[in-house]
């Protein structure tokens, strides 16, 4: 880009205060020093409570409405050819494999980071294997949340996993001083 912005799409879910969206409001001032720029897009039934306070944060918000699977690929497939995104960054399960390769078939680089910890079995297992595989294959990187989530990936998927530790804002959970302590117990 002529900016030399890295753009970047978060592509989440129904948007609630749970790890990679207060991930995504804590270091927002950390993307805006490093040139990062991009959105949220949301796709699911409901935008989620906490879409004001990623827009609050600096992050513009998009939600796609689904009801179908297919409704996902056309919502992406739009956002990203609008967006001129340099990076897609998924971070949940549904849909990633195609919307991977959507994206990559876009010209756009994919990071999908794992959040948790799935021991899939049968024919499932098989499935994300091979899906992972392909993934990998046209060059999504994969990352994990902690060691525990890459060994369940590299056991269960055979899919190598950068580690990049779950971490916590220090501003809401720093160090504690001894009076703080002495009124919580109480």
Do not use: K
Not at 6 to 33: I, K, Q
Not at 51 to 59: E, K, M, P, S, V
Not at 121 to 134: D, E, M, N
């Amino acid at each position: 880009m002529s900016t030399g912005s890295l753009r970047v799409c978060h592509l989440l879910g129904e948007l609630r205060p749970s790890g990679a969206e207060r991930m995504l409001v804590v270091a927002a001032p950390d993307y805006a020093r490093m040139g990062c720029v991009g959105d949220v897009f949301a796709f699911a039934e409901q935008e989620g409570e906490y879409a004001d306070t990623l827009r609050a944060a600096g992050f513009p918000v998009v939600h796609g409405s689904v009801r179908r699977r297919t409704d996902i690929l056309r919502h992406v497939r739009r956002h990203v050819r609008r967006g001129r995104y340099d990076v897609l960054h998924q971070h949940g399960e549904r849909m990633s494999f195609w919307v991977a390769l959507l994206a990559r078939l876009q010209g756009v680089r994919v990071v999908r980071t794992v959040h948790n910890s799935f021991s899939y079995t049968g024919r499932l297992r098989v499935y994300r294997a091979v899906q992972r595989a392909l993934a990998r294959s046209i060059g999504v990187r994969y990352v994990a949340v902690s060691a525990s989530v890459a060994e369940t990936e590299r056991r269960v998927l055979h899919n190598p996993c950068l580690v990049v530790e779950n971490w916590i804002d220090v501003e809401a959970f720093g160090d504690v001083s001894a009076a703080e302590r002495a009124e919580a117990r109480a």
